[in-house]
């Protein structure tokens, strides 16, 4: 069934046990070939660590965050889309367009994501899909506007979410990653694959 959260669609277990582990497999690949980092923000050091797949990768450092089309340490291009993770897309986004940009989050033991928006992105008519692997995780949803309520969701593995409408530019974050919850992944943690055209 779908669970819809301030506009923000959860499809929970669309992604089976088998097809996970086919996914987790493809985002090694992606790991092997573009390390994961930890960005630092003006902020400081991000507690989630981060690589991209696709045409563009979100970068961070001191000089704030942007699209790049190359690894800041390697100076190579990202990897490729997995097909896995591609075909989530085409299965929820509802358009016709391919995402150019796959960011990979990785939450060992620990780490959390503050609130904040997605607004990096040329296009926000275009949606933003999110797969959930691994441990399970707090995700909480305000609203567009800055403060306010919230309201939060438990995302397991294999759930996906589909970001668009209004609900393209609501605040949102992780609280906490339930270590221990998932075999799936490991070393023990939560992967966040974030699916979106940048333009
Ligand atoms: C709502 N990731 O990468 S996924 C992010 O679990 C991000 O790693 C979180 O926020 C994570 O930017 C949350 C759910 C999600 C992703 C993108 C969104 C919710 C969103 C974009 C717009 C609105
Ligand atoms: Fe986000």
């Given at each position: 069934e779908e669970i819809e959260l301030r506009g923000v669609k959860v499809l929970p277990g669309f992604i089976d046990a088998d097809a996970q582990a086919a996914m987790l497999a493809e985002l090694r690949e992606v790991a092997r070939a573009a390390p994961v980092m930890r960005p630092v923000t003006r902020r400081g050091p991000m507690s989630v660590q981060m690589t991209s797949a696709g045409r563009l990768g979100w970068v961070a450092d001191r000089r704030g965050y942007r699209y790049a089309p190359?690894?800041?340490?390697?100076g190579a291009p990202w990897p490729p889309i997995p097909d896995s993770v591609l075909a989530v897309w085409r299965a929820v986004?509802?358009?016709?367009v391919d995402p150019d940009s796959c960011l990979v989050n990785l939450y060992r033991e620990g780490a959390k994501m503050g609130m904040h928006q997605?607004?990096?992105?040329?296009?926000?008519s275009y949606p933003v899909v999110s797969i959930s692997l691994g441990d399970e995780a707090l995700f909480r949803v305000g609203s567009v506007e800055r403060g306010g309520s919230t309201a939060s969701i438990w995302l397991r593995s294999g759930d996906v979410a589909v970001m668009s409408?209004?609900?393209?530019?609501v605040h949102h974050g992780i609280d906490r990653v339930r270590a221990?919850?998932?075999?799936?992944i490991p070393g023990g943690g939560r992967i966040n694959v974030t699916l979106r055209v940048v333009r």
């Open positions: 190359l690894h800041p340490e390697t986004a509802g358009v016709a997605d607004r990096d992105e040329g296009d926000f409408g209004a609900a393209r530019l221990g919850s998932s075999t799936l």
